[in-house]
């Protein structure tokens, strides 16, 4: 029973480059949201989507930053001409329904030379 | 103000010790109420999952919720060298399903 699954873990771009982040829910779930953690800072929402669907993105960036969650295949964050301000650990998580607790991914750590 | 309070430590108590962690919020609409466990760059994990006010016990983990005064707790009894992470609050509300969490506290048991 695979959890949340997240690639790559590990990410380095250089300033200007694009950025994808994918995220593969648990079996099951249909809600995938995205958090970003900056060093030495709690968890921050950025956006929550379902199947071909965004919900909520009240909490991502206005530029540069997009995210997408197909029919098939995974979710995607994809942040475009990133900026070192843009180097953090972005997690994913899902869950079954909208009312539930929600599972994280292990994360995937964006450096920005 | 942040929504969410929560005293970053770092907290640093003997293998054995009871464990108190604590979070104030002061959004009256939350609703759900969770508790996870960060190790070191890893994701979070999920420990406790509560609705509304009350109690809940699992294992060694007891959750606390006291809405009226705004404030949870997170219990760890007969604490362990592998209890030895950050403890990271969260909440939300019935009409956002986003987590608002809250800073995270280290914690460290010394065997």
């Known amino acids: 029973n695979a959890g949340v699954m997240q690639n790559p873990r590990h990410l380095v771009r250089r300033r200007g480059q694009e950025a994808r982040l994918r995220c593969s829910p648990m079996?099951?779930?249909?809600?995938v949201y995205w958090y970003r953690q900056l060093p030495e800072e709690g968890l921050k929402f950025m956006v929550y989507l379902q199947k071909e669907n965004i919900i909520d993105e009240s909490g991502m960036p206005k530029e540069r930053f997009s995210a997408e969650f197909p029919k098939e295949g995974p979710s995607i964050l994809r942040i475009q001409q990133v900026v070192r301000g843009d180097s953090a650990a972005y997690f994913c998580a899902s869950s079954p329904d909208n009312y539930n607790e929600q599972f994280f991914g292990p994360g995937t750590r964006l450096t920005v030379l | 103000q942040k929504e969410v309070e929560q005293d970053p430590g770092p907290l640093s108590v003997p293998e054995g010790a009871i464990v108190s962690l604590n979070c104030t919020y002061s959004n009256s609409a939350f609703q759900y109420f969770m508790w996870y466990r960060q190790y070191s760059r890893k994701g979070p994990e999920l420990l406790m999952y509560t609705y509304s006010s009350g109690n809940k016990e699992d294992g060694r983990f007891t959750a606390q919720v006291d809405k009226s005064s705004k404030y949870i707790s997170l219990f760890i009894r007969d604490s362990q060298p592998s209890d030895s992470a950050t403890y990271l609050c969260a909440m939300s509300d019935p009409g956002a399903q986003k987590l608002v969490f809250g800073q995270g506290t280290r914690l460290t048991i010394n065997p």
């Open positions: 079996k099951g779930h249909s809600h």
